[in-house]
């Protein structure tokens, strides 16, 4: 379940990669179009195109993180708490689903830093 994770969490940083770029592409176009009117339209158009970007960004993540976890729930089933008189440990289920999560964003910041790492290299 790991691995899956860590793949979802690739694959995710990898789409958002694209889908930032082909964003700010767009935006720079826009944003020196409107910087011939002056700076306050330039500026408005960059805070907006960079708005919706993140937006989209965070979105997209979040949408595969909940799908990941709902995948953890629908193979481990709720959590039951495991209680003995001194003190409850965590189930399985919970163990499980915080090792997915950590995974996920392991995927997406190694795919990340590979992706900067490589960027520099070719500039």
């Known amino acids: 379940l790991s691995c899956l994770a860590f ?3 690739g694959t995710t940083s990898i789409i958002s990669g694209y889908i930032g770029m082909m964003i700010a ?10 910087a011939q009117r002056g700076y306050a339209p330039a500026f408005r158009t960059a805070f907006r195109a960079g708005a ?7 979105g997209l993540a979040l949408i595969v993180l909940f799908i990941l976890i709902m995948i953890v729930q629908a193979k481990y089933g709720f959590p039951e708490k495991i209680c003995n008189d001194a003190m409850c440990a965590p189930s399985e289920m919970v163990v499980y689903l915080f090792e997915a999560v950590a995974a996920y964003g392991l995927g ?4 990340a830093l590979f992706g900067r790492v490589g960027g520099g290299i070719y500039t």
């Open 25 to 34: 592409v767009q935006a720079n176009s826009r944003t020196a179009l409107q």
């Open 108 to 111: 997406g910041s190694s795919i």
């Open 52 to 58: 919706v970007m993140g937006f989209a960004l965070c």
């Open 7 to 9: 793949v979802l969490g």
